[in-house]
Nanobody, 118 residues
Framework: HVQLVESGGGSVQAGRPLTLSCAAS?????MGWFLQGPGQDRVGVAS???????TYAPSVKGRFTISRNNAQNTLSLRMDSLKPEDTAVYYC???????????????WGQGTQVTVSS
């Protein structure tokens, strides 16, 4: 499995932006971001394939933007108009087969905490 290392988490006030970054150790077909709120299951946020096709969860569509740099094996998530309910641990993820957020075969990094205060 490819190794994934996230960075960029932290505390931010509601309405402010935050960008998460992820460095992958090698080639990936699909990359994505997942989040896990307190006491909740991990759920998909956004995914992107190697030619830039994206998928977003309805809760973040229009507010979050996923992007990747294939040459550098990096992934980013620009989060705008953050809400307190966006507070969660965010995980960078990679999938060797497909980009469906609800699918299997995803592997994750260690996660980075994002806390949004009102």
């Amino acid at each position: 499995h490819v190794q994934l290392v996230e960075s960029g988490g932290g505390s931010v006030q509601a309405g402010r932006p935050l960008t998460l970054s992820c460095a992958a150790s090698g080639y990936t077909i699909c990359m994505g971001w997942f989040l896990q709120g307190p006491g909740q299951d991990r759920v998909g946020v956004a995914s992107i394939d190697r030619i830039g096709r994206t998928t977003y969860a309805p809760s973040v569509k229009g507010r979050f933007t996923i992007s990747r740099n294939n040459a550098q094996n990096t992934l980013s998530l620009r989060m705008d108009s953050l809400k307190p309910e966006d507070t969660a641990v965010y995980y960078c993820a990679a999938n060797p087969i497909y980009c469906a957020l609800s699918g299997s075969d995803w592997s994750w990094g260690q996660g980075t905490q994002v806390t949004v205060s009102s």
